[in-house]
């Protein structure tokens, strides 16, 4: 009798340790899935540029969705009939039409070709709104200085 319930006791205890030890290591996987939470943002490190002139620009792409609430198309386009069409899925990388690579006096290619140029294309789009953003608000929370922007090592 005594024996039996003492046999009871320890396999009521192997269970319940069992459970703890999955319970602790479904914790850990589930933890692990978490883990390597996504950098939300990533390098500018165009293709188009052999070699870098300036320190590498570093984007967050979330937080100018999410945080500061801007619509893809402030950025990404598709004209058609002078009309942005852009939908998801359409092409993001800008070097994929901005592909004129000058970045030494590029303001004074001829006009077409301006409108190709990588630099010209992320410089109107970045500094653009940046400008607006900080004038309209009175703030300089956006920044339009070269340091400020290219901060990461090449
Ligand atoms: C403030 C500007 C900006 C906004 C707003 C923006 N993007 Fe982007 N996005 C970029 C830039 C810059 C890149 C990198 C382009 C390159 O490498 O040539 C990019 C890259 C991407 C990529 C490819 C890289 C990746 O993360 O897979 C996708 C997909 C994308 N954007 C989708 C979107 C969608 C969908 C929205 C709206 C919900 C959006 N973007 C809003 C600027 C923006
Ligand atoms: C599918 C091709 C395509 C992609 C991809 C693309 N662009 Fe453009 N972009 C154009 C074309 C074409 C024009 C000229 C539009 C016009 O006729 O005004 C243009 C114009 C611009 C302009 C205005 C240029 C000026 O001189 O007024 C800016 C700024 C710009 N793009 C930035 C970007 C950025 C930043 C990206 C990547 C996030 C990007 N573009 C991706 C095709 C593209
Ligand atoms: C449509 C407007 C808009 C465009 C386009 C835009 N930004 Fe911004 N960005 C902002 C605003 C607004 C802030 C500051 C928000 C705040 O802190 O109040 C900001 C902040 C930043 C910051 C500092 C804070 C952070 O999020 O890291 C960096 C760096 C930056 N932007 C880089 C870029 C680059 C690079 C591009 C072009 C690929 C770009 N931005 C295009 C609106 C824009
Ligand atoms: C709002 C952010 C922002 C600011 C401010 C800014 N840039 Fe850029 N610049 C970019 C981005 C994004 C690219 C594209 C980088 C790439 O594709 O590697 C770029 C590309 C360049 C390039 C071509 C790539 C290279 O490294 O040779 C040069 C040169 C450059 N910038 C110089 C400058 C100078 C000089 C200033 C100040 C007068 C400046 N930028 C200010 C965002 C910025």
Redesign the pocket.
């Known amino acids: 009798m005594d024996r039996s319930e003492g046999e009871g006791m320890k396999s009521a205890k192997v269970v319940a340790a069992a459970v703890l030890t999955l319970g602790w290591i479904f914790g850990l996987l589930l933890g692990a899935g978490d883990a390597p939470a996504q950098d939300p943002s990533f390098l ?3 293709d ?2 052999r ?7 570093e ?1 967050n792409h979330d937080a100018h969705m999410y945080d500061y609430g801007y619509d893809c198309q402030e950025c990404h386009h598709v004209f058609r009939g002078g009309e942005n069409v852009w939908t998801d899925g359409d092409p993001t990388d ?2 994929e039409c901005h592909n004129e690579p000058t ?2 006096n590029e303001k004074r290619l001829p006009l077409p070709k301006q409108q190709l140029n ?2 010209l294309a ?2 109107k789009n ?2 653009g709104c ?1 400008r607006t953003y900080n004038h309209e608000n009175h703030v300089m929370a ?9 901060t990461q090592p ?1």
Do not use: D, G, M, N
Request: charged content about 25%; hydrophobic content about 30%.
């Open positions: 500018i490190e165009s188009l540029y070699e870098h002139s300036q320190p590498l620009v984007f800008c070097e970045v030494r990588l630099k992320y410089h970045c500094i940046h956006a920044p339009v200085k070269c340091q400020e922007c290219h090449r």
